[in-house]
């Protein structure tokens, strides 16, 4: 597995923008896979997960509602839809991918591998 994220920038508070996490060696087609993100000086938190059908998504509060996580295991891709953007979701994002692939976990520590990180920007 070697994940590679995209798709940040700057956007105006109440914008979107849509992250996108790939396995350039096509093989995390059962991983469960799972965006954190990091804010200076906080520490790394999590934001969503799914299983590796799609059939499982787990978000944290703070995102519900307004990020939805989906993946297209024909393209061995992982998408994060980000609505109604907030200056407070301003982080690096990173995608990472765990071997159990129910798509259940919200530890950052029980992720077996992650990509580079992609800087998002929510301007007030």
């Known amino acids: 597995v070697q994940l590679q994220a995209s798709g940040g920038g700057l956007v105006q508070a109440g914008g979107s923008l849509r992250l996108s996490c790939v396995d350039s060696r096509r093989t995390f087609s059962n991983n469960a896979v799972g965006w954190f993100r990091q804010a200076p000086g906080k520490e790394r938190e999590f934001v969503a997960t799914i299983s590796w059908n799609g059939g499982s998504t787990t978000y944290t509060d703070s995102v519900k509602g307004r990020f939805t996580i989906s993946r297209d295991r024909t393209k061995n891709v992982v998408y994060l839809q980000m609505n109604s953007l907030k200056p407070e979701d301003t982080a690096v994002y990173y995608c990472?991918?765990?071997?159990?692939?129910?798509?259940?976990?919200?530890?950052?520590?029980?992720?077996?591998?992650w990509g580079q990180g992609t800087q998002v920007t929510v301007s007030s």
């Open positions: 990472a991918a765990e071997d159990d692939g129910l798509g259940y976990d919200c530890e950052s520590g029980n992720y077996d591998y």
